[in-house]
C-alpha cells in the first residue's frame, strides 16, 4: 500500500466541502493503492427466493453515499484510512447474474407449481454459483495480500462465502458475528447448494474452528432450529428473546455484553440488512417484522470494536434496490469501516 500517495491525498482533500464530480464512494478521492479499506461490490442475486433487487444495493449505497458528513460521531476520521470501491469485476458479475437470473427465476417458479427438480438446470446455476464464489476468494485473497481490509457489499447472502473462504486460509480460528432476521443454516434452499439461505451452513462448513453468534433472528426453519439447539458451534440470540428481556427491562447494553461474550478475539461481521426493522430496509429481499433499529444496530457494533476484539473482515449484505434502503446502508457502511 502507498500510505505516501495516499498522505498527499488527505493532505489535498477537505472533507467539509463539496464532492468532486468523478469521485469514489462517500465522495472520496483515494485510489485502490492507496487505501487501507477496500469496499467489495458483488452485484449478485440468482438464486433469490423472493423478491429481486439485491444485486442492485451496492449501486443504491454508491449513490447515496456521497451525501454523508465524514466525521463519523463515534469513530472520527475513518476517511482517512482510505476507502476506495473496488468496481473491476463487477460489469462480468452482473452480466452473468443478468443472464442467470432468469433461468433460475422460472426453475423456482416451476418447483412452486410442483414441478420436479429439473436436474440440468440446477447444476448449470450451482456450477456459476460455486465460480462466483471461487472469483470472489481469489479476488479478496489478492486484495488481503497486497495489505487491505475488505468490506464486501452484496448482493444477497450468498456473496460473502468465497471471502469468508479467504480469510479461513490466514486466520485458523474467528466467529462470525450474524446480524439477520433469518437463521440461514439451511443445508441447500430449492436445491441451490449456495443459497442465500445457506450461507451460514456453507460458512461453518469451511472449518470447525470457525465459530457462529446469530442476533436479531426471527425466521426460520424446524431444521435451522434444531441445528442451532445441536451445534456447540453456534449460539443464536433471537429477535423476540431480546425484545422480551427488554420488555421486562433488561438493558440492551448488558445483552449487547452477553452477545459479544459469545465471540472469540477475531469477528467477521456479517450484517444483513434485514436484521433492521422492515422501515429501514422494506426493499430488502426478505423483509420481516421486528429487528432492530438503527442506534441499536451501531450500539453493537460500536460496543464491539469497543471490546478490543480484531474485526478481521465484514460484509453488508441484501441492501434493497430503493434509494432509502440505500441511505440506510451507506451509513451503516461507513460506521462498519470504523471499526477495522
Ligand atoms: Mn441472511
Given at each position: 500500500?502507498?500510505?505516501?500517495?495516499?498522505?498527499?491525498?488527505?493532505?489535498?482533500?477537505?472533507?467539509?466541502?463539496?464532492?468532486?464530480?468523478?469521485?469514489?464512494?462517500?465522495?472520496?478521492?483515494?485510489?485502490?493503492?492507496?487505501?487501507?479499506?477496500?469496499?467489495?461490490?458483488?452485484?449478485?442475486?440468482?438464486?433469490?427466493?423472493?423478491?429481486?433487487?439485491?444485486?442492485?444495493?451496492?449501486?443504491?449505497?454508491?449513490?447515496?453515499?456521497?451525501?454523508?458528513?465524514?466525521?463519523?460521531?463515534?469513530?472520527?476520521?475513518?476517511?482517512?484510512?482510505?476507502?476506495?470501491?473496488?468496481?473491476?469485476?463487477?460489469?462480468?458479475?452482473?452480466?452473468?447474474?443478468?443472464?442467470?437470473?432468469?433461468?433460475?427465476?422460472?426453475?423456482?417458479?416451476?418447483?412452486?407449481?410442483?414441478?420436479?427438480?429439473?436436474?440440468?438446470?440446477?447444476?448449470?446455476?450451482?456450477?456459476?454459483?460455486?465460480?462466483?464464489?471461487?472469483?470472489v476468494k481469489s479476488?479478496c485473497t489478492?486484495?488481503l495480500?497486497?495489505?487491505?481490509?475488505?468490506?464486501?457489499?452484496?448482493?444477497?447472502?450468498?456473496?460473502?462465502?468465497g471471502y469468508i473462504e479467504a480469510l479461513a486460509e490466514r486466520?485458523?480460528?474467528?466467529?462470525?458475528?450474524?446480524?439477520?432476521?433469518?437463521?440461514?443454516?439451511?443445508?441447500?434452499?430449492?436445491?441451490?447448494?449456495?443459497?442465500?439461505?445457506?450461507?451460514?451452513?456453507?460458512?461453518?462448513?469451511?472449518?470447525?474452528?470457525?465459530?457462529?453468534?446469530?442476533?436479531?433472528?426471527?425466521?426460520?426453519?424446524?431444521?435451522?432450529?434444531?441445528?442451532?439447539?445441536?451445534?456447540?458451534?453456534?449460539?443464536?440470540?433471537?429477535?423476540?428473546?431480546?425484545?422480551?428481556?427488554?420488555?421486562?427491562?433488561?438493558?440492551?447494553?448488558?445483552?449487547?455484553?452477553?452477545?459479544?461474550?459469545?465471540?472469540?478475539?477475531?469477528?467477521?461481521?456479517?450484517?444483513?440488512?434485514?436484521?433492521?426493522?422492515?422501515?429501514?430496509?422494506?426493499?430488502?429481499?426478505?423483509?420481516?417484522?421486528?429487528?432492530?433499529?438503527?442506534?441499536?444496530?451501531?450500539?453493537?457494533?460500536?460496543?464491539?470494536?469497543?471490546?478490543?476484539?480484531?474485526?478481521?473482515?465484514?460484509?453488508?449484505?441484501?441492501?434493497?434496490?430503493?434509494?432509502?434502503?440505500?441511505?440506510?446502508?451507506?451509513?451503516?457502511?461507513?460506521?462498519?469501516?470504523?471499526?477495522?
Amino acid at each position: 500500500m502507498d500510505k505516501e500517495k495516499r498522505n498527499e491525498t488527505i493532505a489535498g482533500f477537505d472533507p467539509d466541502n463539496s464532492v468532486a464530480t468523478n469521485a469514489g464512494i462517500f465522495g472520496l478521492p483515494f485510489a485502490l493503492e492507496e487505501s487501507e479499506i477496500v469496499l467489495y461490490p458483488v452485484p449478485w442475486e440468482v438464486t433469490v427466493s423472493y423478491r429481486e433487487g439485491t444485486a442492485n444495493g451496492p449501486y443504491q449505497i454508491f449513490t447515496a453515499s456521497p451525501q454523508l458528513d465524514l466525521y463519523d460521531h463515534h469513530f472520527g476520521e475513518i476517511w482517512k484510512k482510505g476507502i476506495h470501491f473496488f468496481t473491476a469485476h463487477v460489469g462480468d458479475m452482473a452480466k452473468l447474474n443478468n443472464n442467470l437470473r432468469p433461468i433460475a427465476k422460472k426453475y423456482i417458479e416451476s418447483l412452486e407449481q410442483g414441478g420436479g427438480a429439473q436436474k440440468e438446470v440446477l447444476s448449470h446455476i450451482n456450477e456459476a454459483c460455486f465460480q462466483l464464489k471461487e472469483t470472489v476468494k481469489s479476488v479478496c485473497t489478492s486484495l488481503l495480500n497486497e495489505g487491505h481490509k475488505i468490506g464486501l457489499v452484496g448482493g444477497d447472502h450468498s456473496t460473502p462465502l468465497g471471502y469468508i473462504e479467504a480469510l479461513a486460509e490466514r486466520h485458523e480460528h474467528f466467529g462470525i458475528l450474524q446480524i439477520d432476521a433469518h437463521a440461514d443454516l439451511r443445508d441447500a434452499y430449492e436445491g441451490f447448494v449456495y443459497s442465500h439461505a445457506s450461507i451460514m451452513h456453507n460458512a461453518l462448513a469451511i472449518s470447525e474452528n470457525i465459530s457462529l453468534t446469530q442476533v436479531g433472528i426471527r425466521d426460520y426453519s424446524k431444521g435451522e432450529r434444531e441445528r442451532m439447539e445441536n451445534d456447540t458451534r453456534i449460539t443464536t440470540f433471537f429477535d423476540a428473546d431480546i425484545k422480551e428481556a427488554a420488555f421486562a427491562g433488561k438493558t440492551w447494553s448488558s445483552q449487547v455484553e452477553e452477545i459479544i461474550h459469545t465471540l472469540p478475539d477475531k469477528v467477521y461481521v456479517s450484517f444483513d440488512a434485514d436484521g433492521l426493522c422492515p422501515d429501514l430496509c422494506s426493499a430488502t429481499g426478505t423483509p420481516v417484522p421486528g429487528g432492530f433499529s438503527f442506534e441499536q444496530a451501531v450500539f453493537l457494533l460500536v460496543k464491539l470494536k469497543e471490546s478490543g476484539k480484531e474485526i478481521i473482515g465484514f460484509d453488508l449484505n441484501e441492501t434493497g434496490n430503493a434509494e432509502w434502503d440505500g441511505t440506510v446502508s451507506a451509513r451503516l457502511l461507513y460506521k462498519m469501516c470504523g471499526m477495522f
